[in-house]
Nanobody, 122 residues
Framework: VQLQASGGGLVQAGGSLRLSCAAS????????MGWCRQAPGKQCDVVAS???????DYADSVKGRFAISKDSAKNMVYLQMNSLKPEDTGVYHC?????????????????WGQGTLVTVSS
């Protein structure tokens, strides 16, 4: 299973960006997908996630500004980012958990994508 993130770029403070992440491979089902943000020299901090039934969770720093959504039919997750701030700058990685076809059976997976760079200028 692989993830490919896209949609990053350079934007002024107050602007918006929409990130996309596509999962591919021999996927049976995806139970959750999410995004984390990695600032230079720091660990990747979770900013948003979505699970079964459409449940969502957000870091306090992005509540009210970011919205995560999922297209289960396409195995894709999106992150709509509004009112961007310079502190939102970083590489945004998506992750996915689920099950994939492994021979005659199923196996669990948890994978991370390479990420897409978001730069917010002041």
């Amino acid at each position: 299973v692989q993830l490919q993130a896209s949609g990053g770029g350079l934007v002024q403070a107050g602007g918006s960006l929409r990130l996309s992440c596509a999962a591919s491979g021999n996927i049976f089902s995806i139970s959750s997908m999410g995004w984390c943000r990695q600032a230079p020299g720091k660990q990747c901090d979770v900013v948003a996630s979505t699970g079964r039934g459409g449940s969502t969770d957000y870091a306090d720093s992005v509540k009210g500004r970011f919205a995560i959504s999922k297209d289960s039919a396409k195995n894709m997750v999106y992150l709509q980012m509004n009112s961007l701030k310079p502190e939102d700058t970083g590489v945004y990685h998506c992750d996915a958990k689920g099950e994939y076809h492994d021979g005659p059976g199923l196996a669990d997976f948890h994978v991370w994508g390479q990420g897409t760079l978001v730069t917010v200028s002041s």
